[in-house]
């Protein structure tokens, strides 16, 4: 993984340096919340209903044991002895004080970790295939190319007040684990007919009030025009965004209202003078960088599989952990873990600080010093050797971390919603709960199959419900909260925003309309193998809305 080299340490320490003093002329009162507000937003502070939130940049999900310990000792020192894992595969801590901030900030840029670009109208935090450098499936490791967006994004003074947020993702295989057709700029590594790398590249995805599907404005970019591309994209949105209605200020918009064609010839306009000048990657760059992500020296342990077979034998949660949350590896002694944050009737996302404490050990000594965060809200070991598995499921069981339900129902997205944002209209985290509950059989889970269900408390969608198989919108009508049900959304290589069921369901009704959304698919699925997106991409939305509905005199 990358390390800091010494521009990167004195850039992290003088603006926590800067921050410090801004923080301890808020304390003081020489200024007022309202300028302090961009000051906290450019260092990652957020004011919630109840507190202050920091969030913490994880670049493109990879950390390392001693990062993961700082992050435990941060939840337990500064806050209420948890973290939250978000979307953006960053960390949120929802409770400290603002007096602590820049000791928390100097206790991260210790292990190599700031807030920096986590909030504000700005590049944020760029995210990757979360498997990246490990899956069987990939082209090549999206990790290194998210490292020198992140560089070429940092306080870039051209892009640092943007119309509104800009998100950028990479993936390097054909199954899309990134989500990048969600993002403002989605790039998707892979090779030409001449075994050339480079990017398909798009544009104008997104959530929130209005939500897009990106659209292909370049099938193949080579990968030394990476930089200027991406800055010519930048320059036609920093110059034509809107900025009269943050509702309307994101690319997409841009996109919609200009059209695909002329934005893809605003942009290769723009890139044609830049794309020979300093922004060009020289080979020798690259290969450095690709350096900092050299995979770990994987011996061969051909022992693994009759390891593996002994232990199924021997314990069947263990086999059934084991065929949930183990992805193959590009070496096949190898497998890919995924941790599940998604305990039944937990909160999705969180983990204690004795958990990622635990966790690091766990990658210390049997991943190679190596972690991910997904932007499902899970943790992920990319490289553990079969014959270490049953050693690590049984370390994850005396932490509460062996729930296998990777891809499950149970595998909630969840925004923080009412009991913490500001901006949410409903509770997200409770109504995941009692969806976890009801789902609780993990064999009922393995015959419902691959369901992919997302919670967002307000239209903002951090939770990403939108691109949910199942999505539930909370929403406020009258002063009462309400749920809105979305189905056939998907993030994947085939994303699709999903359709609006009908009226909303008050908290006590959510659950059981999920329960006859599921007993709908089960009963009209073609067999056990069809995953409920693709039940209902062939079947579309009537059945389940007479399930939902049914003896209604009007549906709204």
């Known amino acids: 993984m990358y390390r800091y080299d010494e521009f990167d340490h004195e850039f992290v320490k003088a603006r926590v340096a800067q921050f410090s003093d801004q ?38 999900g990879t950390l390392n044991s001693k990062q993961l310990r700082m992050l435990g000792h941060i939840a337990r020192k500064y806050d209420k002895g948890y973290g939250h894992f978000t979307t953006r595969q960053n960390i949120q801590f929802n409770w400290p004080a603002l007096s602590d901030m820049p000791a928390i900030l100097t206790d991260l840029a210790s292990v190599e970790m700031h807030a920096i ?196 034998l021997d314990s069947r949660s263990f086999s059934e952990w084991l065929d949930q949350n183990a992805v193959t590896h590009r070496h096949p002694d190898y497998a890919a873990i995924t941790i599940s944050l998604k305990g039944i009737g937990e909160v999705p996302g969180d983990a204690t600080a004795e958990q990622m404490e635990a966790v690091a050990d766990i990658a210390e000594k049997y991943a190679f010093d190596e972690l991910r965060v997904s932007h499902e809200q899970n943790l992920i070991l990319p490289h553990v050797a079969r014959a270490d598995l049953k050693a690590v499921y049984d370390a994850l069981v005396e932490i509460g971390l062996a729930t296998a339900n990777s891809n499950l129902i149970t595998d909630i997205i969840a925004c923080p919603g009412l009991d913490y944002c500001a901006l949410a209209n409903a509770r997200s985290i409770s109504v995941a709960q009692d969806i976890s509950r009801r789902f609780a059989s993990l064999e009922r889970q393995r015959d419902i199959g691959e ?54 369901f008050e908290p006590e009704e959510i659950t059981d309309a999920i329960e006859k959304i599921v007993d709908t698919y089960l009963a009209i699925r073609l067999d056990p193998s069809e995953k409920f997106i693709d039940t209902y991409r062939r079947i579309g939305l009537a059945p389940f809305k007479e399930a939902l509905y049914a003896g209604e005199t009007k549906a709204a």
């Open 117 to 312: 670009q986590t909030s504000g109208n700005c590049i944020r935090n760029v995210t990757a295939d979360h498997f990246a450098g490990a899956a069987a499936d990939e082209v090549a490791d999206p990790r290194p190319y998210a490292e020198i967006l992140r560089q070429w994004s940092s306080v870039h003074p051209e892009f640092s007040y943007l119309p509104r947020k800009f998100k950028i993702a990479v993936t390097g295989a054909e199954r899309d684990r990134a989500a990048i057709q969600t993002h403002d700029i989605g790039l998707h590594l892979k090779k030409n007919a001449d075994g050339q790398l480079g990017f398909a590249v798009y544009v104008g995805g997104g959530q929130g009030r209005t939500p897009m599907v990106a659209k292909k404005i370049r099938d193949f970019l080579p990968e030394e025009h990476l930089l200027s591309y991406c800055t010519a994209i930048l320059r036609v949105y920093n110059l034509y965004g809107r900025r009269d209605n943050k509702y309307k200020a994101r690319i997409k918009i841009l996109v919609h209202e200009t059209g695909t064609e002329e934005i893809t010839r605003q942009v290769e306009a723009e890139w044609e003078a830049l794309k020979d000048g300093e922004l060009k990657l020289p080979e020798a760059d690259i290969k450095a960088i690709d350096a900092y992500f050299a995979p770990p020296a994987l011996l061969d342990r051909p022992e693994g599989d009759d390891a593996v077979k002994l232990a199924r």
């Open 23 to 60: 923080v301890q002329r808020r304390l003081v009162g020489e200024i007022t919340e309202d300028q302090f507000r961009p000051l906290r937003l450019m260092n990652g502070v957020y004011l919630q209903l109840h507190a202050y939130m920091l969030r913490i940049a994880v670049p493109y």
């Open 451 to 504: 369901l992919k269900l997302k919670i967002s408390g307000c239209i903002n969608a951090c939770g990403h419900h939108h691109v949910g198989h199942i999505g539930i919108l909370g929403v406020e009508k009258k002063g009462s909260e309400l749920y809105q049900v979305t189905l056939g959304g998907s993030a994947d290589e085939n994303t699709s925003v999903g359709d609006i069921v009908g009226r909303g």
